[in-house]
């Protein structure tokens, strides 16, 4: 059974920088594209990073040059690395971990940028 489970959420300031976890097991991670997304309320949910086996990235604008996504294959894990937040940034942040025809998504972690 495979499982994705993000961690890493919070309350932070404008400004100020969090770091999610997204922690994979059951399956083998290395073969997996990661991607993660974030939902505000009232919106639909959009990506905010994807890295693939490979390790190439890329971001929407919208979070380009703040948010860096990164894998450890040994520790089956991703991270996202979000800097300069703003309130903008509030949503919940979700894992989807993917091979062809498959998704596997997280719980999701709440993250609140406010002052």
């Known amino acids: 059974q495979v499982q994705v489970v993000e961690s890493g959420g919070g309350l932070v300031q404008p400004g100020g920088s969090l770091r999610l976890s997204c922690a994979f097991s059951?399956?083998?991670?290395?073969?997996?594209?990661v991607g993660w997304y974030r939902q505000a309320p009232g919106k639909q949910r959009e990506l905010v990073a994807r890295i693939t086996r490979g390790g190439s990235t890329n971001y929407p604008d919208s979070v380009k040059g703040r948010f860096t996504i990164s894998r450890d294959n040994a520790k089956n894990t991703v991270y996202l690395q979000m800097n300069s937040l703003k309130p903008e940034d509030t949503a919940v942040y979700y894992c989807k971990a993917t091979i062809p025809g498959t998704d596997y998504w997280g719980q999701g972690t709440q993250v609140t940028v406010s002052s």
């Open positions: 059951g399956g083998i991670f290395s073969i997996y594209v």
